[in-house]
């Protein structure tokens, strides 16, 4: 006896009808519950900037389009800050404030400079400095009388209220039809950059901005409409996914599997069928099956393709060019000659609706 088998033999004994596997930890953390305990990624999230509609000039399209616009954007950072008492020589730590650390948020430098437009007309609403021609900076007013008198911050609307142009920037974690939100309330923007042209380097341009904000506001939810604002209204994509069913297409491949191991080349058949249907929401019957290449699927959607170009739908002259090629008959199937008809009545399985109305 072979020193394999002599080792398979003691790992039946010890552990009869058990596969070797390594541990599922983590499969059982993060996977299981709907991978409800699974990390978040840092590429699905999605910016709101709610202006103040009374003082901002942009439109909704231009405000909601500036969020989309957003590259990066850092999540609200605190420093609670302390102070350290010594009572007869015992050390205590008392807590006094929380401070809010400015957030950084950088933004695609877009072609149709909606960014740009939306830092205009923040800066053109507190600041006059751009309301003037190169001429008017001309004039020599240290001994003379200023031509221009507003310079500098003055916003450009009565402001006794206080109010500020923009109302909060809300940023929204997406994961697994759900979001986790922070609202900042009352930012203040205290630095903005345009981007930097560099010859011979063939970047991305782009925008950043520094925030200041009073507060931060959580929340959390399924996303639908009217959670996540401006989410889903513009520019976004609503033709189903062809993997739209990718779960039950993945349920269908490991039974056709577990039947054709079996040697239930029937079921395997049927559920070939169940797959293609879920696959083009059809309704396909047993005399209409299709020829599905699963591994070919599987790569296609392994490759980001879309799995319905490798899908055939045969017609009854592949079918018998196929079958005659065969040496073998399936069991309940009878042998097709090259002139018979696939759907006659001697060719027919009599215990299945083969060539029924």
Do not use: C
């Not at 939810?221 to 297409?249: A, I, K, W």
């Not at 699927?297 to 005659?324: E, R």
Request: glycine residues 8%.
């Amino acid at each position: 006896m072979s020193q394999n088998n002599i080792w398979g033999q003691l790992l039946q004994s010890i552990a009869p009808n058990q596969n070797i596997r390594d541990y599922r930890h983590a499969t059982r953390t993060f996977v299981d519950s709907l991978y409800r305990l699974s990390p978040k990624l840092n590429n699905l999230f999605h910016v709101f900037m709610d202006v103040n509609t009374n003082i901002s000039s942009i439109d909704q399209l231009s405000q909601i389009e500036t969020g989309l616009m957003a590259k990066t954007v850092q999540l609200p950072k605190y420093n609670v800050q302390n102070k350290t008492y010594n009572a007869y020589n015992r050390k205590t730590v008392q807590q006094e404030r929380v401070n809010y650390d400015p957030v950084s948020i950088t933004f695609h430098d877009d072609s149709a400079d909606v960014v740009r437009r939306f830092w205009y007309d923040y800066f053109t609403y507190y600041y006059r400095d751009s309301d003037y021609q190169v001429d008017n900076y001309k004039d020599d007013s240290k001994y003379k009388q200023r031509q221009q008198q507003n310079w500098g911050f003055s916003p450009k609307t009565a402001n006794t209220g206080n109010l500020p142009y923009l109302n909060s920037i809300r940023i929204y974690s997406l994961h697994q039809k759900r979001f986790s939100s922070y609202t900042l309330v009352r930012p203040m923007i205290t630095n903005f950059q345009h981007g930097e042209h560099t010859a011979g380097e063939y970047e991305p341009m782009q925008h950043s901005m520094t925030i200041n904000y009073e507060a931060v506001l959580y929340d959390s939810g399924p996303v639908s409409s009217g959670t996540v604002l401006g989410f889903g209204e513009e520019h976004y994509d609503n033709t189903p996914s062809p993997l739209r069913n990718v779960g039950s297409l993945i349920g269908a491949g490991r039974n056709i599997l577990d039947n054709v191991e079996n040697g239930d080349l029937g079921s395997a058949v049927q559920n070939g069928i169940n797959a293609f249907n879920i696959l083009t929401g059809s309704n396909t019957q047993l005399k209409q099956a299709p020829s599905l290449d699963l591994s070919v699927i599987g790569n296609d959607i392994m490759k980001g393709a879309s799995p319905l170009s490798s899908i055939f739908v045969p017609t009854s002259s592949t079918v018998k060019n196929g079958l005659s090629r065969s040496t073998a008959t399936f069991p309940g199937f009878g042998g097709v000659s090259n002139g018979s008809n696939m759907n006659s009545a001697s060719n027919q399985n009599p215990n299945s609706n083969q060539g029924s109305n």
